[in-house]
């Protein structure tokens, strides 16, 4: 036996131990398998779209020709250039593309730069993914709809085929296979298999450590008492922090698409916490994780036993008339659907009085004429077959929410952990933002079904052709001086469209552009010193031209809105407890609604 087949008998060892774990893990988990459903059914409805669109492409064939020319030239120097690079020359023809003076996580290992054959890859994939991403906005004629689908699922296609997603072109995990001897894709693979038994035959990637974080003890830790709850919601009222309070207390509203308490995550990150710091009663909305039971649910629900119910309770708790209300994403769609309804409810009771002293939108749309990439799922079609699956259940299932979120941010949420827990074979490390995101919701099917065809459909709330309960919601009738933020990289609620608010309220607003995106631009405290904020008094109708004139700010949002609504809160009266007058505490925060998994 010759040295040369000496030296491969380990590593064939290894190879045919991996390959024996392998199959032994399948076999297993395919034994324990209940539901064989993989959760890929097809309600994306693209088909169509990719047919519109290579038809539009063939219809001017010089163009697809002067296009595929262009990339083979700008080929052709990416290889002359790799070829000087392996001869040892310098580089005459440096390609455009090059990812050495701009951040990609997804090339951050070094041999991505320094390898010869590896920045080939590297180079070679962002050649093709801009020629492919252009190629989509060559069909200049079609709908609108269709070109946001294609453009969409043609990124998908160009995120999933990166080099950095495979095992023999990502340098990293190559040296990882070879110094553990490819126990790295035995741990991946137990680690897939984990995540698919969760998911019950559907891929439920898991994201952080599940058991870094418990809700009341290192998460949602901020003391306070549950003390009112229905069908749909609890109501906390936080302990004061301050020995005196603002007169008008502080209703938070959050979303039900995700658990409460991204406002409250820890100590340090904490709105609800710095709130109270700052003097104000703070009541905060925590919403059920609804099951078949709630299925009826619909918007108006929301409204009626979710804000207005829970106003009633804050007045008959601290004795004000009225609130200052922060609505969060979803929570502020429904407030701002709410303070119309009230005021189409004066015109009937002239003695109502007014019990929304300030409204405060965090990136809240109203105006779904522009949805963002969110749109891409809503269409006629792709709503009836979601209605049909919601028909059988009652509900939407969590998972199927969080997919979609995820595919907006698909290299983040998506393909980053499945190099890091399937290719690494590596733990998640424990993170609060990630814990929250990972803990979905589900939605009321008639809820739902409500939300989707008149705001992302029909846009009937922006339209002033939306009726709770027989009173017509106008937008533009509402009075409440409003302060209203969007974040500059928002993918859920993109800032113009947000913006596009400050053209239908009638009393006095305040626009904000914060840094980030939908969450780190909203969960953003002063003390992290990130980011950055840009305020206009003037409102134009165009919001680029609101920007070109607006002023930038260094830091955190949150002191300007402290500054902000200082105007409404009242005057000092001492700090409220839950339980005040003999009032019934129900549980201590966080709630038993909110541990609904």
């Known amino acids: 036996m ?22 032994e893990l399948l076999q297993k988990f395919l034994q324990h398998q209940q539901h064989p459903s993989m959760g890929m059914e097809n309600f ?3 088909g169509q779209a990719f047919q519109e669109y290579l038809a539009e492409l063939l219809r001017k064939p010089e163009r697809l020709w002067q296009y595929q020319l262009a990339w083979w030239e700008e080929y052709q120097k990416l290889w002359q250039s790799t070829w000087q690079r392996m001869l040892g020359q310098p580089e005459i023809n440096a390609h ?59 990124r998908q296609f160009v995120d999933a085929l990166s080099p ?13 296979t070879l110094s553990s001897k490819g126990q790295n894709l035995v741990q ?16 439920q990637i898991t994201m952080t450590d599940p058991t870094a974080f418990k809700l009341g003890e290192n998460i949602a830790t901020t003391a306070g008492d549950v003390v009112y709850q229905n069908s749909l919601m609890q109501l906390i009222q936080y302990r004061p922090r301050t020995e005196k309070n603002y007169q008008v207390p502080l209703l938070i509203i959050p979303p039900w698409i995700n658990k409460y308490y991204i406002l409250d995550l820890r100590d340090n990150n904490s709105f609800v916490r710095w709130a109270l710091d ?81 409204a405060t939108y965090l990136s809240t ?114 009075e409440t001086p409003s302060y209203i933020l969007a974040t500059k990289e928002d993918h859920i609620a993109p800032w113009k469209s947000v913006y596009a608010a400050t053209q239908l309220y009638k009393g006095p607003i305040k626009f904000v552009l914060g840094g980030s995106g939908h969450i780190a631009g909203v969960i953003n405290p002063p003390s992290a010193n990130k980011y950055a904020f840009w305020t206009n008094e003037t409102f134009s109708a165009e919001p680029d031209k609101w920007l070109e004139q607006a002023t930038q700010h260094a830091g955190s949002w949150w002191n300007n809105w402290a500054e902000w609504i200082s105007g409404f809160t009242g005057k000092s009266v001492p700090a409220r407890q839950p339980g005040d007058h003999g009032w019934k505490i129900i549980e201590p925060a966080p709630g038993s609604y909110v541990k609904i998994r």
């Open 365 to 478: 749309l109203v105006d779904f004429a522009e949805p963002g990439e969110l749109g891409v799922f809503i269409d006629e079609i792709q709503l009836q077959t979601l209605e049909k699956k919601m028909e059988k259940t009652g509900y939407l299932d969590g998972a199927d929410m969080a997919t979609t979120f995820n595919l907006l941010r698909a290299n983040d949420l998506i393909w980053s952990f499945v190099i890091n827990n399937y290719l690494l074979g590596k733990e998640p490390m424990p993170f609060d933002l990630l814990y929250w995101n990972s803990d979905s919701t589900r939605m009321p099917a008639n809820m739902h079904r409500f939300y989707l065809r008149n705001m992302y459909l029909d846009n009937k709330l922006a339209k002033g052709k939306l009726n709770f309960a027989g009173t017509v919601l106008d937008l533009r009738q509402i």
């Open 2 to 23: 010759n040295d040369s087949q000496h030296s491969s008998q380990p590593t064939m060892d290894w190879v045919l131990q991996l390959g024996q774990q392998s199959q």
């Open 96 to 154: 455009a593309t090059n990812l050495n003076k701009t951040q990609d996580k997804r090339f951050k290992d070094q041999a991505w730069q320094e390898h010869i054959i590896f920045d080939y890859l590297k180079q070679s994939y962002l050649l093709s993914a801009k020629w492919i991403l252009g190629l989509g906005q060559e069909a200049k004629n079609l709908k609108p709809q269709t070109a946001k689908k294609v453009e969409f699922y043609l």
């Open 278 to 358: 700052q003097g104000h009663s703070v009541f905060m909305i925590s919403w059920i994780n609804p099951d078949a039971k709630l299925g009826s649910k619909d918007f108006e629900d929301y409204m009626k036993e979710g804000i207005l119910e829970a106003i009633q309770a804050i007045q008959k708790i601290t004795g004000e008339n009225g609130v200052n209300a922060i609505g969060y994403c979803l929570g502020g769609t429904l407030l701002a659907s709410t303070l119309a309804y009230m005021h189409g409810q004066k015109g009937k009771n002239k003695k109502q009085t007014p019990f929304i002293h300030s």
């Open 44 to 46: 994306l409805n693209i």
């Open 164 to 176: 950095s997603n495979f095992i023999l072109t990502n340098p990293e995990i190559l040296r990882a």
């Open 188 to 203: 991946g693979l137990q680690n897939l298999l984990r995540d698919l038994e969760k998911g019950r035959g559907r891929l």
